[in-house]
């Protein structure tokens, strides 16, 4: 099945950002419904982003309208999160996840069943 790695977390300050890549391999995620969720401890896993394989149009949690950007490169098999305005509510492991059945995945965690390890972001005051 295909396995998604994810990169680019780290320390930041708040009102700093971070961009997120997500690289698929075993299979091609050009028709997949692809996306982010995030889990800070003690929390449940927050659905972030989504992005259609179809049109690569883009829907959002609320915590991060206006802040965070979804994109995909399907000739990188690749997904990308751009953090901006970051927040010391945002510091969380931010796993990757895809959906090979729907357009675009729906924002509940107990739906997705092709997960990536995680990679974790903490934001500093």
């Known amino acids: 099945q295909v396995q998604l790695v994810e990169s680019g977390g780290g320390l930041v300050q708040a009102g700093g950002s971070l961009r997120l890549s997500c690289v698929a391999s075993g299979r091609a995620i050009s028709s997949y419904g692809m996306g982010w969720f995030r889990q800070a401890p003690g929390k449940e896993r927050e659905f972030v982003a989504a992005?259609?394989?179809?049109?690569?149009?883009?829907n959002y949690g609320d915590s991060v309208k206006g802040r965070f950007t979804i994109s995909r490169d399907n000739a990188k098999n690749s997904v990308y999160l751009q953090m901006n305005s970051l927040e010391l509510q945002d510091t969380a492991v931010y796993y990757c996840?895809?959906?090979?059945?729907?357009?675009?995945?729906?924002?509940?965690?107990?739906?997705?069943?092709?997960w990536g390890q995680g990679t974790q972001v903490t934001v500093t005051s």
């Open positions: 992005i259609s394989w179809s049109t690569h149009s883009a």
């Open positions: 996840a895809a959906d090979p059945y729907r357009d675009r995945l729906i924002g509940t965690a107990s739906s997705i069943s092709i």
